[in-house]
C-alpha cells in the first residue's frame, strides 16, 4: 500500500530553518492537494499551510512570511520551507496529500525549536 513519506525534521534553535519534504512511497494518481498540520504536544492538530496542483498556496497568519509551500522536483513531492522558526513551532508535522481516489497521510516528523 502507497504512503506518503516525510523527511527533514530536526532540532533548530531559534531564528533557524528546516525544510520538510513529503512524497508518495510509490507510483499514485497526481495529487491535487497537499496540506500540511502540524501537532504541538497538548494541543489539537491545525493545518498550517496548503497548496494546490497549480501551485496556489496558503498558510495560517502565524507562519506566514516564515513557511512557504512548493512543489519539489520529483512528481507528487511537496516541500514546506520553515524560516525564522520559533518555539511556538514545535510540533509533529504531517502531510496529507488528496487525489481521485481518496487521501494519503504522511507518517509525521517532529520539529523541536529549542536554545
Known amino acids: 500500500q502507497v504512503k506518503l513519506v516525510q523527511s527533514g525534521g530536526g532540532s533548530v534553535q531559534p531564528g533557524g530553518s528546516l525544510t520538510l519534504s513529503c512524497a508518495p512511497s510509490?507510483?499514485?494518481?497526481?495529487?491535487?492537494?497537499t496540506e500540511w498540520y502540524r501537532q504541538a504536544p497538548g494541543k489539537q492538530r491545525e493545518l498550517v499551510a496548503t497548496?494546490?496542483?497549480?501551485?496556489?498556496?496558503t498558510y495560517i497568519d502565524a507562519v506566514k512570511g516564515r513557511f512557504t509551500a512548493s512543489r519539489g522536483s520529483a512528481r507528487n513531492t511537496v516541500l514546506l520551507q520553515m524560516n525564522s522558526l520559533k518555539s511556538d513551532d514545535t510540533a509533529v508535522y504531517y502531510c496529507?496529500?488528496?487525489?481521485?481516489?481518496?487521501?494519503?497521510w504522511g507518517q509525521g516528523t517532529q520539529v523541536t525549536v529549542s536554545a
Open positions: 496529507k496529500a488528496f487525489n481521485a481516489r481518496g487521501f494519503y
Open positions: 510509490g507510483n499514485v494518481l497526481t495529487f491535487y492537494r
Open positions: 497548496i494546490e496542483s497549480s501551485g496556489a498556496t
